[in-house]
């Protein structure tokens, strides 16, 4: 059954004979509903939070993709050239050698220099995660805290909202007696 803060602030409880106090339990429902409606919408914020985080962690897989298939590309692109440069190199042995490791070296430089992109953005990737993972934990211990604090609140108006024992409750003759001694 699903109870929303609405229906705990409308429901209504028939009076009987040595019943709840229809203050208190009024008290407690709006008490109550208040909590949840609070706890509802903490709920949706952070379902928000999460979904910006995925969208995040979605644009740097895409990134991390790209990079990848850039990696592959410059090593097809490697490899043609080591093919063209021993084809050159058959051809003209000593100008063909030459030319061919200048490119190897070339492209040697550039797949480090990815290579070397791609672990700091590996890096920086762990870090965003680090960051969402306490982000999440912050969100948590935030949430577990607004709780026991709500709790506490709602113990303590419970408490407040006890009735207390009346003077006017006590025996008639207790009554007399305290007047004759000086009381009220």
Do not use: C
Request: glycine share 4%; charged share 40%; proline share 2%.
């Amino acid at each position: 059954m699903n109870v929303s803060p609405l229906d705990l602030r409308q429901q209504r409880f028939r009076t009987t004979f040595r019943g709840f106090d229809k203050v208190e339990v009024a008290s407690f429902l709006a008490a109550v509903a208040d909590d949840y409606e609070q706890a509802l919408r903490e709920t949706d914020k952070l379902r928000q939070d999460l979904a910006k985080m995925e969208a995040v962690l979605n644009e740097h897989r895409e990134h991390e993709r790209n990079l990848r298939n850039t990696l592959l590309t410059a090593q097809k692109l490697s490899d043609e050239i080591k093919e063209h440069a021993d084809q050159e190199a058959r051809r003209l042995i000593r100008d063909a050698e030459a030319r061919a490791d200048l490119l190897i070296e070339k492209t040697q430089l550039r797949l480090e220099d990815i290579q070397r992109d791609i672990d700091g953005l590996k890096l920086k990737r762990r870090e965003i995660e680090s960051s969402i993972e306490g982000t999440i934990q912050t969100l948590r211990n935030t949430l577990d805290y607004v709780r026991e604090r709500d709790q506490r609140e709602a113990d303590d108006k419970i408490l407040l909202h006890r009735p207390r024992q009346s003077i006017d409750a006590a025996p008639a003759g207790e009554n007399a007696a305290r007047d004759a001694a000086g009381g009220r």
